[in-house]
């Protein structure tokens, strides 16, 4: 029985994160910290933040975003690749996004003691948008009733995600959000590059209705 590289970041992400909301000293260790980052050499937290998370609901959001669109991404990575270099671009993709998403909060505080960081979304974003290169005009269900085309739901994703950067107080990494999905595109483009005609000729196709399955 094979075991998908998403299955394991789901699980793995869900028991880092159940351990550090009772172990504070855990999730002291684990979040995005560019005082630390720099004082102290501690670039593990770049790749450790994005498997801790501020709340239950932070939480649950991020795997269902993930489990929903991580599998069909792993499935398309291995589909264009083949099963070896799929699972590990896959892998490689979702680590990175990690790192990508916290470099511009780490270049602006890192002599800002006040400010950390935490949560699965910078990676979760990359996630998302090399989705939608790849179906553009597919439907996501809100509340599992809502229709909302990927593209429609990605961008106002990221709109949110820039107002929760610049509004919100909860620790969470919402600035990440914007500099993941973007490396998701990027990562995407160089390692599959006949994705690019496929997503322009998909996209001039325009939406479609949504099909209700019941």
């Known amino acids: 029985m094979n075991i998908s590289i998403n299955t394991v ?18 999730f002291d260790k684990l979040k995005h910290y560019p005082v630390a980052e720099k004082r102290n050499k501690e670039w593990y937290r770049f790749i450790t933040s994005g498997f801790v998370h501020g709340s239950w609901v932070h939480l649950l959001i991020n795997l269902f ?6 599998q069909i991404s792993e499935f398309l990575f291995i589909r264009e690749l083949g099963t070896l270099k799929g699972s590990l671009m ?3 993709m979702y ?9 511009p909060s780490y270049l602006k505080h890192q002599n800002n ?25 597919e439907y996501l269900y809100l509340y599992a009733i809502i229709p909302i085309p990927y593209i429609v739901g990605g961008v106002a994703y990221i709109i949110y995600s820039s107002w929760a950067s610049k509004n919100r107080n909860d620790n969470i990494g919402h600035d990440a959000h914007m500099f993941g999905a973007l490396f998701g595109i990027v990562f995407t483009i160089v390692v599959i590059p006949e994705i690019l005609p496929h997503f322009a000729q998909e996209f001039m196709k325009g939406p479609h209705l949504p099909t209700f399955n019941y």
């Open 113 to 137: 003691p006040g400010y950390s960081a935490i949560g699965a979304s910078g990676a979760v974003s990359a996630v998302v948008f090399m989705n939608m290169l790849f179906f553009p005009w």
């Open 65 to 70: 975003v993930l489990w929903q669109f991580g």
């Open 9 to 26: 970041l789901l699980v793995v992400t869900f028991l880092v994160s159940y351990q550090a909301f009772s172990n504070r000293e855990l």
């Open 90 to 92: 896959y892998t490689l």
């Open 95 to 103: 680590v990175l996004a990690l790192i990508v998403a916290d470099i």
